[in-house]
């Protein structure tokens, strides 16, 4: 008998990514939980979903019934909390679902967590693994790291309904001894990724001919991680973690907005040249700035790097030319996903700017 492992959210960009390391690398049995919103796409699963190893339930995490359901059914040693509304800028439109997932949500997975737990007789191996972001932490000036020592600062919906959620998990620790671990991660790319986020939608809008969108001077900066290396160090804090830490994830790779897009069109170029011979950075369009922009964001991974042994096996320019690739030999994909519930979100939240 295999251990069994619940990650919810493993339809979306980076729990597909944790679901498939699970499956093509590791022993776990894994359950994914997932409600299937406009971001959870089972096409991402193809890989692994013939797998005895791996069952999915379409359930919502504000499900008290079904969760607890599942945790009676399937008795896992541990849980990888990714379920989430996830857009900086859909967090801004409308906070109200980041509040329910994220916070509500959350309070509901640490309940139902907090009854299984208690009542198992070998209380030694489980855990609860909880995916948060470096955006909890605020923004940056030029100089200086995001760390496990940073004072939460968050200031948008969803990184404060992030933030909210980190709270939860550290208080169903505290009082009620549920153990449980943190990450906190820096901006993810590479495959699978929904192309509402900016490489994917830049990607994708170059292909198409479309503008593609710059916030504000596009001088902000992101710190980039690829997702599998993502995926390695929610694993590894899962195996190696100790309760009650958090761990910082980040792989030292900040790029301005600009320097981001700039590579992605040098890159397509180069791969899919233009029958005119223009670059696809002609393209490029500066439009009004993201509200309460984050001017940089950037982590100190030396925790997780010491204490667990989690090195990254991507750098930018390695992964940034391997997700081109991906995009371009899976137009399919995007095609599917991009829903007519996408496109009529962009309609009625950005008329006048072309985004999709
Ligand atoms: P995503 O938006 O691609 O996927 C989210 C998944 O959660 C989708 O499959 C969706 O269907 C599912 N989901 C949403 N609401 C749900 C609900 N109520 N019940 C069950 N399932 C639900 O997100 P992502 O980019 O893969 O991010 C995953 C997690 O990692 C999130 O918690 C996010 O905050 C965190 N994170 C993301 C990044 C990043 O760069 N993308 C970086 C650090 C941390
Ligand atoms: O830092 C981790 C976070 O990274 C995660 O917690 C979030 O779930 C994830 O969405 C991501 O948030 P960002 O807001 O940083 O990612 P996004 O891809 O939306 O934007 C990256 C940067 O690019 C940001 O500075 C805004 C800018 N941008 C974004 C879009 C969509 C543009 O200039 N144009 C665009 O069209």
Known sequence: MTKTLLVTGGAGFIGSAVVRELIQNSDYTVINI??????????????????????????????????????????????????????????????????????????????????????????SQFKFVHISTDEVFGSL??????????????????????????????????????????????????????????????????????PLPIYGKGDNVRDWLYVDDHARGIILAFEKGRVGESYCIGGHNERTNLQVVETICRILDELQAKVDKTSYSEQITYVTDRAGHDYRYAMDPAKIQAELGWQPQEDFDSGIRKTVKWYLDNQEWVAHVISGEYQSWIKQNYSGRDNG
């Open 34 to 123: 997932d409600k299937l919103t406009y971001a959870g796409n089972l096409e991402s699963l193809k890989s692994v979903e013939n797998s005895s190893r791996y069952k999915f339930e379409q359930v919502d995490i504000c499900d008290k019934a079904n969760i607890q359901r599942i945790f009676n059914d399937y008795q896992p040693v541990g849980i990888l909390h990714l379920a989430a509304e996830s857009h900086v800028d859909r967090s801004i439109v409308g906070p109200g679902e980041f509040i329910e997932t994220n916070i509500v949500g959350t309070y509901n997975l640490l309940e139902c967590a907090r009854e299984y737990y208690n009542q198992l007789t070998d209380k």
């Open 141 to 210: 000036g030029d100089t200086g790291y995001f760390s496990e020592q940073t004072p939460y600062d968050p200031r948008s919906p969803y990184s404060a309904s992030k933030a909210s959620s980190d709270m939860l998990v550290r208080a169903w620790y505290h009082t009620y001894n549920l153990p449980i671990v943190i990450t906190n991660c820096t901006n993810n790319y590479g495959p699978y990724h929904f192309p509402e986020k900016l490489i994917p939608l830049v990607i994708n809008n170059a292909l198409q001919g479309k």
